[in-house]
């Protein structure tokens, strides 16, 4: 699965991140500050492990993820969040975003279900979460309150909330930030609402808006089943694609299409192909189309492609084409 780039663009505004915050941030990864900025950029699930490690070592705070979780409002989730919003009601739309969560926020899995008189909404971050499970948990945690609070238009002070885990050290977070009864050491984590609640009418309700996210939402979900059945060389020439002026190296694709190294090597070579060829074949597309633009220069089709010296690029051209960047040039500008 790969997720927006949205959260994580966000947070950097948060930590009010200069450029140098920025690289801190993005350390570790394949992703440059120009990937922030681009609204339809998604990313792997490690990349977004990686960089909320950097994020908490960045914001060495508790409960950061509270405090997060507080600062999203509906639209930061996209359809989901319109889903939510134009919903019949509170159950129908949490009923919706059971199904579809997972294509926003990784390694935290939503569960809803009716028990009694209650409506539970359940958090599962895993047994024993690591502090970047338990900053999404955080953050789920107020965001999903905010957003029952947001068309309830009252603060949920009849709610429970329960947690699987000791009362952490910054307790105090989650008694600002979470209303209601408290509870820690409990079976999972999940929130409580009195079942009534969920099944009054949303006075927000639109039914042509909601049919429409459901319809954004239930695409989305092809386009991510759909990517996971593409052949790997495809897989593989459409990242590079999509990052020119990157030099790969196979542990970072095999990162970013979560696989292990030898596995993707194994699959590209019952495809016929490997690694090495398809970044030549990618490498060598790119840089005919640089040499042949105006007033471009041997040195400057290096740097854009990534190489840190043109030398470099010259003896990959050579071994792509079998001559100098400048012969291809001259020889391309005689056949006109």
Same mark, same amino acid.
């Given at each position: 699965?790969?997720?927006?780039?949205?959260?994580?663009?966000?947070?950097?505004?948060?930590?009010?991140?200069?450029?140098?915050?920025?690289?801190?941030?993005?350390?570790?990864?394949?992703?440059?500050p120009a990937d922030l900025r681009d609204?339809?950029?998604?990313?792997?699930?490690?990349?977004?492990?990686?960089?909320?490690?950097?994020?908490?070592?960045? @914001?060495?705070?508790?409960?950061?993820?509270?405090?997060?979780?507080?600062?999203?409002?509906?639209?930061?989730?996209?359809?989901?969040?319109?889903?939510?919003?134009?919903?019949?009601?509170?159950?129908?739309?949490?009923?919706?975003?059971?199904?579809?969560? @997972?294509?926003?926020?990784?390694?935290?899995?939503?569960?809803?279900?009716?028990?009694?008189?209650s409506y539970v909404i359940a958090l599962? @971050?895993?047994?024993?979460?690591?502090?970047?499970?338990?900053?999404?948990?955080?953050?789920?945690?107020?965001?999903?309150?905010?957003?029952?609070?947001?068309?309830?238009?009252?603060?949920?002070?009849?709610?429970?909330?329960?947690?699987?885990?000791?009362?952490?050290?910054?307790?105090?977070?989650?008694?600002?930030?979470?209303?209601?009864?408290?509870?820690?050491?409990?079976?999972?984590?999940?929130?409580?609402?009195?079942? @009534?609640?969920?099944?009054?009418?949303?006075?927000?309700?639109?039914?042509?808006?909601?049919?429409?996210?459901?319809?954004?939402?239930?695409?989305?979900?092809?386009?991510?089943?759909?990517?996971?059945?593409?052949?790997?060389?495809?897989?593989?020439?459409?990242?590079?694609?999509?990052?020119?002026?990157?030099?790969?190296?196979?542990?970072?694709?095999?990162?970013?299409?979560?696989?292990?190294?030898?596995?993707?090597?194994?699959?590209?070579?019952?495809?016929?192909?490997?690694?090495?060829?398809?970044?030549?074949?990618?490498?060598?597309?790119?840089?005919?189309?640089?040499?042949?633009?105006?007033?471009?220069?041997?040195?400057?089709?290096?740097?854009?492609?990534?190489?840190?010296?043109?030398?470099?690029?010259?003896?990959?051209?050579?071994?792509?084409?079998?001559?100098?960047?400048?012969?291809?040039?001259?020889?391309?500008?005689?056949?006109?």
């Open positions: 699965m790969t997720y927006p780039v949205t959260y994580i663009r966000l947070v950097a505004r948060q930590l009010r991140l200069d450029d140098a915050g920025i690289e801190r941030l993005l350390r570790g990864t394949t992703l440059s609204l339809e950029r998604r990313i792997s699930e490690t990349e977004t492990r990686i960089v909320l490690g950097n994020v908490l070592a960045i @914001a060495a705070r508790p409960g950061f993820g509270l405090e997060v979780g507080r600062r999203l409002s509906i639209a930061a989730h996209g359809a989901l969040g319109q889903l939510l919003a134009t919903s019949p009601n509170l159950a129908e739309a949490w009923a919706s975003l059971e199904r579809f969560h @997972a294509l926003r926020v990784p390694l935290v899995q939503l569960r809803c279900s009716e028990v009694d008189d599962d @971050a895993g047994e024993t979460p690591d502090a970047v499970r338990m900053f999404l948990l955080e953050a789920m945690a107020v965001s999903v309150q905010r957003g029952i609070e947001l068309l309830r238009g009252t603060r949920l002070d009849d709610a429970s909330w329960r947690f699987a885990f000791p009362a952490p050290a910054h307790v105090e977070h989650y008694e600002r930030q979470l209303h209601g009864v408290l509870a820690f050491g409990a079976v999972s984590n999940e929130l409580r609402v009195p079942l @009534a609640t969920m099944y009054e009418p949303n006075p927000f309700a639109d039914p042509h808006a909601w049919e429409l996210a459901l319809r954004r939402c239930e695409a989305l979900a092809l386009e991510h089943d759909a990517d996971r059945t593409v052949d790997w060389r495809t897989r593989v020439t459409h990242l590079l694609q999509r990052h020119p002026g990157q030099l790969w190296t196979l542990d970072e694709i095999a990162a970013h299409v979560h696989v292990s190294k030898r596995t993707l090597m194994r699959y590209l070579d019952a495809e016929g192909t490997s690694f090495r060829a398809l970044v030549d074949a990618e490498l060598e597309r790119q840089a005919k189309i640089e040499l042949l633009a105006p007033s471009s220069t041997v040195d400057s089709v290096a740097a854009t492609l990534g190489y840190h010296d043109a030398a470099s690029f010259r003896r990959a051209f050579r071994r792509w084409c079998g001559e100098s960047p400048s012969g291809f040039v001259a020889r391309r500008s005689r056949d006109g």
